[in-house]
């Protein structure tokens, strides 16, 4: 049953990601513009010049014949050249990906355990004012961009208390500002289903068991309760990568931290367009790779899930 | 407190926040409305010499590093704000509503093939395919909101095929389908007309979210251009004179997120009215 469930996810997944790429593809063609003329042009090219780069480039070529190239070179790990530096693209990504990388799986964290305490608090203490003032935290979470609490944070924690720098990389304390950020507009999506289910668990007849056995409220909380809710939370955790990717552009842009962020930036300012098409593709393969590793997670975690339609 | 007073306490503060709300969102439209009467010499002129003024008598709410007045912009920055977030969601709306009524009414292989597309442009981060229409479309204020308006598609797709197809399990439509209604009669007086509530709800919902994106691509300066009023600019603008002005980028980021604050509550509360919680 297992086996079965897992292989259904996995070709749900590979239909997803092929259909991302080729929609990556089209929208590229569909782009106005020549993009050798643009690159040749200011440098004062001849048309001959122009033309043999377009024939180096295959773009003379029939689109089919182009879409087939793209996806060969794709699935060989070949994302394109960027047609304004002429490096391959997987170079330029590879390169810039660590530092957002870091700040999103901090910020993860931070999120996570945020959000897991403020759900879990806000649903056993229901309807007090605990719960009252843990899910406006939530709400206060999911509406605040977090250009503007970065710029909050900023404020406060460097110039103000000049606890933290403001901007850059390097150590672990150039992280803490972007990620509690990143990771408090997190929390809000995070809490408000965690709050849900653990509302709903408690209620559930298995608690009542086990509180009737005599088992102490802290262990029935830890044990019974948070893993019946784990499920949720890393389906939501896992939706939320999107999110969290989108997040992390602009949280590098407040903090002037290097990333995609702005490899992305300047590829749109400066219109090329095999980057942007490359950090598309990358971030919908991530995408895909992390839903479908919390779909077999949450289908380990409950055995129900596994017999459900797709 | 016995278990009974709690409820009714609750509804009560729940109904004030709602109404906080709705009268905020009241506040930035009307003040958006009557900009030029409350600004009358606009938002873009230049005094060198009040430059990076705190607030006080002689600037509400201060001026930013040209002189500029925060207030001021801020209100003729609604403007553009709130119309980039309108157009943003009426193209959500537009595109995402006829896919999912669609995809959910007709259900079957239909269903199927919508879907589909729909969760390969779900694969991409909602700002990274924002940010791709723009490298396609070019920078500016109408891109922008073209930009946000296509990612935010997909998702409301999903959501009015995720409704419409649970209106669809209804006694009621088997028996439209009986009487000889066509698809089409079904989808749009049957279906549409009872997932309406819900639909509407999340569309508000949604309107928040639009206004961050549309924003952030602003801040980022991927869609007006540089002096623009415009919250997310002037954010971005305000930015590199936190240390000496932050009011002039506190402000345009407080208008914006307690709109996008009374946008959710608003759209939270419809929610629960219409699940009759």
């Known amino acids: 049953m297992l086996a079965r469930y897992f292989v259904r996810r996995l070709l749900a997944a590979v239909s997803v990601l092929w259909?991302?790429?080729?929609?990556?593809?089209?929208?590229?063609?569909?782009?106005?513009?020549?993009?050798?003329?643009?690159?040749?042009?200011?440098?004062?090219?001849?048309?001959?010049?122009?033309?043999?780069?377009?024939?180096?480039?295959?773009?003379?070529?029939?689109?089919?014949?182009?879409?087939?190239?793209?996806?060969?070179?794709?699935?060989?790990?070949?994302?394109?050249?960027?047609?304004?530096?002429?490096?391959?693209?997987?170079?330029?990504?590879?390169?810039?990906?660590?530092?957002?990388?870091?700040?999103?799986?901090?910020?993860?964290?931070?999120?996570a355990t945020l959000g897991l305490i403020l759900g879990v608090v806000a649903a056993v203490h229901r309807s007090t004012w605990i719960d009252t003032m843990a899910t406006t935290v939530a709400v206060v979470g999911l509406a605040t961009p977090t250009y503007w609490s970065g710029l909050l944070a900023i404020l406060l924690f460097s110039l103000a208390l000049h606890w933290l720098p403001s901007a850059g990389e390097g150590d672990l304390r150039h992280l803490i500002l972007p990620a509690s950020v990143l990771g408090f507009a997190l929390s809000g999506s995070v809490a408000r289903v965690v709050r849900a289910r653990v509302a709903q668990v408690l209620r559930a007849p298995f608690i009542l068991v086990a509180e009737a056995k005599g088992l102490p409220p802290r262990h029935v909380l830890m044990s019974h309760v948070l893993r019946a809710s784990l499920g949720p939370a890393l389906a939501v955790l896992a939706l939320q990568f999107g999110f969290l990717l989108s997040g992390a552009v602009v949280t590098e842009s407040v903090f002037a931290r290097r990333g995609l962020g702005t490899l992305t930036v300047q590829a749109i300012l400066w219109r090329d367009l095999p980057v942007v098409r490359g950090i598309m593709v990358v971030a919908a393969l991530a995408f895909v790779l992390t839903s479908l590793a919390a779909d077999l997670a949450r289908g380990w975690l409950d055995p129900r899930l596994r017999e459900g339609p797709a | 407190m016995t278990a009974q007073q709690r409820p009714a306490r609750r509804s009560?503060?729940?109904?004030?926040?709602?109404?906080?709300?709705?009268?905020?969102?009241?506040?930035?439209?009307?003040?958006?409305?009557?900009?030029?009467?409350?600004?009358?010499?606009?938002?873009?002129?230049?005094?060198?010499?009040?430059?990076?003024?705190?607030?006080?008598?002689?600037?509400?709410?201060?001026?930013?590093?040209?002189?500029?007045?925060?207030?001021?912009?801020?209100?003729?920055?609604?403007?553009?704000?709130?119309?980039?977030?309108?157009?943003?969601?009426s193209l959500a709306v537009g595109l995402g509503l006829p896919i999912g009524l669609a995809a959910g009414s007709l259900a079957g292989w239909a269903d199927g093939v919508l879907m589909r597309f729909v969760d390969a442009l779900l694969a991409f981060p909602s700002l990274l395919l924002a940010m791709a229409v723009l490298a396609v479309l070019g920078t500016g204020v109408e891109a922008v909101a073209i930009a946000v308006g296509l990612a935010a598609a997909p998702a409301y797709a999903r959501v009015v095929r995720s409704v419409s197809l649970e209106v669809r399990a209804q006694p009621y439509i088997e028996a439209a389908r009986a009487v000889g209604c066509s698809h089409l009669r079904i989808a749009v007086r049957h279906i549409l007309a009872n997932a309406a509530p819900s639909l509407i709800a999340f569309a508000c919902a949604q309107l928040g979210w639009v206004l961050i994106m549309a924003a952030a691509l602003n801040f980022l300066g991927l869609g007006a251009p540089p002096g623009t009023p415009e919250w997310g600019m002037m954010l971005a603008e305000g930015r590199g004179y936190l240390r000496y002005a932050p009011w002039a980028s506190v402000f345009p980021g407080l208008a914006l997120t307690l709109t996008v604050l009374a946008a959710n509550l608003a759209a939270n509360a419809w929610q629960d009215a219409v699940e009759g919680v």
């Open chain 1, 19 to 111: 259909l991302a790429v080729t929609l990556a593809f089209v929208a590229l063609q569909l782009t106005p513009g020549d993009p050798a003329q643009a690159l040749l042009a200011a440098s004062g090219a001849t048309p001959e010049e122009i033309a043999q780069r377009r024939a180096h480039l295959g773009l003379d070529d029939p689109a089919l014949i182009q879409y087939l190239r793209y996806v060969l070179d794709l699935a060989r790990g070949d994302l394109g050249q960027s047609w304004l530096q002429g490096r391959p693209v997987g170079q330029m990504i590879r390169e810039q990906l660590p530092p957002t990388l870091a700040l999103a799986i901090a910020a993860a964290g931070v999120g």
């Open chain 2, 12 to 89: 009560t503060l729940l109904q004030s926040v709602v109404l906080v709300s709705l009268g905020w969102l009241g506040l930035v439209v009307l003040g958006a409305a009557v900009a030029p009467l409350l600004a009358p010499s606009g938002p873009l002129i230049t005094d060198p010499p009040r430059a990076l003024l705190p607030p006080g008598p002689g600037g509400i709410l201060g001026t930013d590093f040209l002189g500029r007045s925060v207030g001021a912009r801020l209100v003729w920055g609604g403007r553009v704000t709130l119309t980039m977030g309108t157009l943003a969601l």
